[in-house]
């Protein structure tokens, strides 16, 4: 089990709140942009929020059957940590004053949510972004003249613009 999580100390409840605000932002662009899963986010109720904090908000993964897995959160903590563990920053005006903290996380439940949002009984087709492999080259009767020698020019050419590509210049049928 893998997670990523980051902590701030702000010197306003506004930065605080918009730096909770921003982390939810990157991780719905990871999930939408990178893995290409669907996400709800939004405020966590009272009951669902962290312990301790002001608000709590969330991105959950909406799987193929409607159902949501909860895949990231952001708290706006206010001061309540920095009061219990005495953080303190020197303000403006010369006077220590406690600091307003935000916690932010996701974990490799995203891996789950990718396989249960591009995989099936078959397998996993992972979006074009994440995938180790994005096109897969496989020549009809390479044993003709030039077929081969073409593919792997079309292989060079994808190599080029960045794609990642294999060759199947095996001698087994087409796609084996």
């Given at each position: 089990?893998?997670?990523?999580?980051?902590?701030?100390?702000?010197?306003?409840?506004?930065?605080?709140?918009?730096?909770?605000?921003?982390?939810?932002?990157?991780?719905?662009?990871?999930?939408?942009?990178?893995?290409?899963?669907?996400?709800?986010?939004?405020?966590?109720?009272?009951?669902?929020?962290?312990?301790?904090?002001?608000?709590?908000?969330?991105?959950?993964?909406?799987?193929?059957?409607?159902?949501?897995?909860?895949?990231?959160?952001?708290?706006?903590?206010?001061?309540?940590?920095?009061?219990?563990?005495?953080?303190?920053?020197?303000?403006?005006?010369?006077?220590?004053?406690?600091?307003y903290?935000?916690?932010?996380?996701?974990?490799?439940?995203l891996?789950?949510?990718?396989?249960?949002?591009?995989?099936?009984?078959?397998?996993?087709?992972?979006?074009?972004?994440?995938?180790?492999?994005?096109?897969?080259?496989?020549?009809?009767?390479?044993?003709?003249?030039?077929?081969?020698?073409?593919?792997?020019?079309?292989?060079?050419?994808?190599l080029?613009?960045?794609?990642?590509?294999?060759?199947?210049?095996?001698?087994?049928?087409?796609?084996?």
């Amino acid at each position: 089990f893998l997670w990523q999580e980051g902590h701030t100390v702000q010197a306003s409840a506004l930065d605080a709140k918009n730096d909770a605000f921003k982390m939810l932002e990157i991780y719905k662009k990871v999930c939408r942009e990178l893995l290409a899963i669907p996400m709800l986010s939004g405020k966590k109720s009272d009951r669902e929020k962290f312990a301790g904090a002001n608000s709590t908000y969330g991105i959950e993964a909406v799987m193929k059957d409607g159902k949501c897995l909860q895949s990231g959160t952001t708290h706006d903590l206010g001061q309540n940590f920095a009061k219990a563990a005495g953080i303190k920053f020197l303000n403006k005006n010369g006077e220590w004053e406690y600091g307003y903290s935000t916690s932010w996380g996701t974990s490799t439940r995203l891996i789950g949510a990718l396989i249960m949002t591009h995989g099936d009984e078959r397998g996993i087709k992972l979006p074009p972004r994440v995938a180790p492999i994005q096109v897969i080259i496989i020549p009809v009767a390479q044993h003709k003249d030039g077929v081969l020698e073409n593919a792997n020019k079309i292989k060079e050419r994808l190599l080029g613009a960045n794609i990642r590509v294999e060759l199947d210049d095996t001698d087994s049928s087409a796609g084996w």
